[in-house]
């Protein structure tokens, strides 16, 4: 009786305002237009990390100016893409779009903002639905991306017309945003990209009760993606999930035992499938901040102790074996970027492993998923 209780109450919702903003930012999806316009700076002055960070961009096939896009009507991705019809072209198409729209941004070369709009367009145009068992993640990844190559064309270049602007946002409003709005009680980087999708689509339709929605999603399972010791002796659980016994939490997590401050529900299962939830965290508060609401304080502990948690084996620290049995597999990715720069580099709190990490790592790429040039976009940036 006592476990359920203490499991409901810590999955139970904040009660809080979603306060979603009266009038939305624009740009304003990941990056502002402080940030693109400090990000053009520094390029334009050959400064680094920043010089190479857009070298490395524009050297990689998202730059391209003969791209052509490859748009379906239906988007098949089964577990781990298995089937892939069509999954890796629009998650590539998306990042695309996006990298085009920095390119052009930075470098105000008109072409750069048509080939974005082409890419859009040819979606937008063709796009009805996604199926099968990766639906819900897919449509988060691409769906996280493509608002902010919107946000940029449509706020900062002429090159978009306004007809297929809108045709775009019916694209959003009916494709992605009913696939994503409602959350998932798979492994918490699921919700989480759903809920990235949702918020940034929210910010491009102007939508205030998508936005409250993707906010109170947010709040309910970053407490239960990521431990503090003051959760008590289990981890919290997001509301719905059903969880409401030791062994079905301790199964949620991966079969571990022993939690520590910063463990993600995802870190015995692998640090990829981790860096996913801590990326799209990151990104989520980052769009909030930049919309006037500002979630990282509400985050920042448990955000900074799990960058600094999986930085410290990243960089080679032994692994203990009440962790994980002493072994974590694979990598983060290149997904430190955003989270570092607000919260050592905005909120002053230190991070010597995160950082030694994010420098490390620069300039960061992009994960072919919903990750792309984010030491371009974040590393440094104050605004």
Known sequence: MLLTLLVTLGGAPSGRAEAAPVTFVHPGVLVSRGQLDFTREQVQAGAQPWKGAFDRMMGSAYASLTRVPKPRAVVECGSYSNPNHGCTDERQDALAAYTLSLAWYVTRDERYARKAVEIMDAWSGTIRDHTNSNAPLQTGWAGSTWPRAAEI???????WAPDRVERF????RTVYLPEVAGGSHSNGNWELS???AAIG???FLEDRTAYDKAVSKFRGRVPAYLYLRSDGALP????????DTRDEIV???QGQTTFVDGLSQETCRDLTHTGYGLSAISHIAETSRIQGQDLYPEIADRLRHALGLHATYELGEPVPGSLCGGTLKDHL????EVGYNA???????AMTNTGTLTERKRPAGTDNLFVAWETLTHAGNPR
């Open 194 to 196: 759903m809920t990235e």
């Open 333 to 336: 990715g290149p997904v430190t």
């Open 236 to 243: 919290r659980t997001a509301p719905g999930s059903g969880l």
């Open 169 to 172: 946002k019916t694209m959003l």
């Open 201 to 203: 689509i929210a910010v």
């Open 153 to 159: 064309i449509r706020y900062t270049s002429t090159a």
């Open 251 to 253: 199964r949620y997590w």
């Open 343 to 349: 919260l050592s580099g905005r909120m002053g709190y």
